[in-house]
């Protein structure tokens, strides 16, 4: 059942070529499961989780609506497993965030904000976060640096002054021993790293958009927030539990997060859309990931 979770959350309708990144991203286990048992895991401990998300989209730098959604159907998932989730963020994010989890009908996760391009403020955020000793951290559509330190967009503009330096963050949690989950879609979010040389041969504008940073867990899907969504149907069949919400839902945190600031990141435009594909698939694809969560399946 995980391993068709991962097959339906890499249809890749955007046609960007995601088959040959969750390829390379593949082992044993299929990925939704592998990214699921440290978060599980952490909740089962009442530990905190620490999860970011937000991605600006120039010229307006508005973030994308990828992310938020995926960020808090899987953080209000891990509150209601028992994990506290915080999620850190650029202010110019959390509005969003905030009305996400208004639409969903769960409480807010605590938010903390990061500045955009400023390193220092960064480390020192990711210290006091990791002092809290969370169970895992988890980035959802999250730019991350290339290979020269720089952040980039799907089609290679330099993002690097309006956004956050998260990658502080993922680093001091590799040192800690404190798992590390990732969700990315284009080759140029935080996780990408595991697969770096794939997203350089397989992805248009590869080479200058490959983000550099691993995690232990990278989620590849041909979109972000499906991704989220395919951890949070994971986490529904481990805990035997319905977790993710509905497709008339989806539908309401879309138009929530629009409402917020939220834009498509692909059109860049105020639409209920999540990277050029409307929110009927979007409703679609949640629904069927519940509903092969939740309906017995005779394979004989
Ligand atoms: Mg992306
Ligand atoms: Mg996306």
Redesign the pocket.
Known sequence: MFAAIDRQLTVDL?GRNVQPLYAAARNDEPLVAAAATPLFAAAAAGESVVLTTG?PIPPSNEP?T??PLGTVALAGALADLGAKPVVVTEPRVEPAITAVADALGVEPPETVSLAPSDSAAAAKTARSLLDREPGAVVAV?KPGPTADGSYRTAAGEDITARVADIEPLFAAARERGIPTVGV???GNEVGMGVVQSAVEQHIDNGETIACRTPVDALVVAG???WGAYGVVAALSLTAGRELLHTGPTERELLAAAVEAGCID??TGEATPS??GIPGTIHADVVDLLGDICTTEIDTD
């Open positions: 955007g991605f994308e990828d992310g559509e990315g879609d284009g979109v972000s927030n990141g692909v999540v990277d």
